[in-house]
């Protein structure tokens, strides 16, 4: 169970991050589109910035649940803003 809950937050951190993306650049994909694009790129930066060299201390110091928060909300935040420029958003 202690594994799952940090998984669950950069989930739900990302699904915010992207929300939050989608409104600020009005792109067109609605709660459930924002939301499924943004647990994408939430989950998948959450998984692989701690592979980089260095960021282990950084992340370190931030815990857990912190970590997970701030790599899924700035993950699924760049995962929406990245498909709404690529599907055409303004």
């Known amino acids: ?3 799952l809950i ?3 937050i950069s989930l739900a951190s990302g699904a915010a991050g992207g929300n939050i993306a989608g409104m600020l650049m009005k792109n067109g994909f609605g709660i459930v589109g924002r939301s499924l694009t943004g647990i994408v790129g939430g989950w998948g ?3 692989l910035v701690p592979m ?3 960021v ?6 931030l815990g857990g649940i912190g970590s997970g928060v701030a790599l ?3 993950g699924g935040l760049v995962a929406t ?3 709404g420029k690529v599907m055409g958003g303004k």
């Open 1 to 3: 169970m202690e594994s």
């Open 6 to 8: 940090p998984h669950l």
């Open 45 to 47: 930066i959450a998984q």
């Open 52 to 54: 980089i060299p260095g």
């Open 56 to 61: 282990g201390g950084i992340l370190g110091s």
């Open 72 to 74: 899924g909300g700035v």
């Open 81 to 83: 803003a990245i498909l």
